[in-house]
């Protein structure tokens, strides 16, 4: 089905770190009518993401860092994720074996790509490539704990997936990609596929 979308207005709202714009736009409704509405986006950027898995092991690593805004909903500031960040540039799956570096110590051995998915598509433009990496626990290529220049101080930590798995159910795991690569990585095993 064709629709038409026109964007009647764009206004900048911020330019920072990212871009915050506020949209007037047109577009069809189900009915067949048109609708002009008023959002406001942000843009910094589309990011990638990589879940660190020894099969071996049936290990997971995950890393806990400061995040303002779960702090600002009035929830824990330090949030357990997945390694991830920004493209800057480079293909996803760049992105995500330097994330993994960075922020873990570990490059991932062999990587597949998951899915990619939309982080809060109702204001948000990230889109984040996510992807599966495999590792052997002990073998560093570097210390991670992220990048000091970018304000990073990241935790670093290895655990079983059935506890990683059991911490979403508990809420100590509620950050969006971390709780899909877990899930995702979960059917994989269940359905026999080798990782």
């Known amino acids: 089905m064709t629709?038409?979308?026109t964007i009647e207005n764009v206004t900048a709202l911020a330019k920072d770190w990212g871009r915050l714009d506020r949209y007037e736009v047109t577009h069809p409704r189900r009915?067949?009518?048109m609708q002009t509405v008023?959002?406001?986006v942000y843009d910094h950027g589309s990011a990638a993401a990589v879940l660190l898995y020894a099969?071996?092991?049936g290990t997971v690593v995950l890393a806990r860092q400061f995040r303002l805004p779960p702090h600002l909903n009035g929830d824990p500031a330090w949030l357990i994720e997945a390694?991830?960040?920004?493209?800057?540039?480079?293909?996803p799956a760049v992105a995500a074996r330097r994330e993994a570096i960075e922020e873990?110590?570990?490059e991932p051995e062999a990587m597949v790509f998951l899915f990619d998915a939309y982080m809060s598509p109702g204001s948000l433009t990230e889109k984040c490539a996510c992807f599966l990496g495999r590792y052997t626990p002990g073998n560093k290529l570097a210390e991670g704990g992220g990048l000091e220049e970018e304000g990073e101080d990241?935790?670093?930590f290895e655990l079983a997936l059935d506890a990683?798995?059991?911490?979403?159910t508990s809420g100590e795991i509620s950050d969006a990609k971390t709780i899909m690569m877990l899930q995702a990585l979960a059917l994989k095993l269940a359905a026999g596929d080798v990782v």
């Open 164 to 168: 990683a798995l059991t911490m979403i």
């Open 154 to 156: 990241i935790e670093v």
């Open 104 to 106: 873990t110590g570990y």
């Open 31 to 33: 009915d067949g009518t």
């Open 38 to 40: 008023r959002r406001e």
């Open 83 to 91: 390694p991830a960040g920004l493209l800057d540039g480079e293909t």
């Open 55 to 57: 099969p071996v092991a």
């Open 3 to 5: 629709r038409t979308i």
